[in-house]
């Protein structure tokens, strides 16, 4: 565990270098006053949370700023929960995080919202071990000139809100599972569709979904496909 209460936890400013951060089964916590700031200009830490067990980012609304996420936890009940303002790096061209395996669950108290670019020029995956929860208050997560490749489980409750700037996509896995609830907001620019074959399982019990807020996409696809499990 890495456990930060009324201190600041930081990196100075460098020569470009990225350093990597493990955490084998324990969270990474900062409580009361303090704060956790691991990218600055040049300098910046990876951070990768793995091993079994439930872990936890932040005990409240405090601060958590690191370069890259990766989330390796030994199965999918195993969730990471994260309670802090989680800040990550905008990535350049590529992923801001990598959501192997386990359950991501983003829940910032009230008042401190999280707003992410998961990627950027490139597309984010959620494979079938793994499982993304945005909930919580106004808490956002969005893509940039990319497609969410969803074969595992998505989910948007609350006031979550995903702004996907291209396709949600899903493969012939047969696990792909998107929901929305609450008064959640999903928009996504293109289509939810196919790639390939297969079936998406797909409910909502609340909230505002969008298809093709930007375009129609791909005009050989519908907008959004029918090949769905209600």
């Given at each position: ?41 040049g300098n910046n830490v990876d951070v990768t ?131 929305i609830n609450g008064t959640s907001i999903v ?44």
């Amino acid at each position: 565990n890495v456990f930060v209460e009324d201190a600041t936890f930081s990196i100075v400013a460098g020569a470009g270098t990225t350093h990597n951060l493990s955490i084998d089964g324990g969270s990474f916590d900062a409580d009361g006053t303090g704060t956790i700031s691991l990218y600055e200009a040049g300098n910046n830490v990876d951070v990768t949370i793995s091993g079994p067990n439930n872990a936890t980012i932040g005990s409240g609304g405090n601060s958590v700023s690191i370069n890259r996420l990766t989330v390796v936890k030994d199965n999918l009940f195993d969730t990471l929960s994260v309670t802090a303002q989680l800040k990550l790096a905008t990535p350049a061209n590529g992923t801001s995080m990598d959501l192997t395996s386990g359950t991501l669950i983003l829940e910032s108290i009230a008042g401190t919202p999280m707003d992410i670019i998961l990627s950027n020029s490139d597309d984010f995956s959620i494979p079938q071990t793994a499982a993304l929860i945005v909930q919580g208050t106004s808490n956002a997560v969005s893509t940039v000139n990319g497609d969410i490749a969803l074969d595992g489980f998505l989910k948007i409750d609350a006031t979550g809100e995903a702004n996907i700037d291209g396709d949600i996509k899903y493969s012939n896995s047969g696990i792909a599972t998107l929901e929305i609830n609450g008064t959640s907001i999903v928009n996504v620019g293109e289509q939810i569709r196919q790639d390939g074959t297969g079936t998406i399982a797909f409910t909502q019990t609340g909230g505002t979904c969008t298809v093709g807020s930007s375009s129609a996409g791909n005009n050989s696809h519908a907008v959004s496909y029918t090949h769905l499990t209600l």
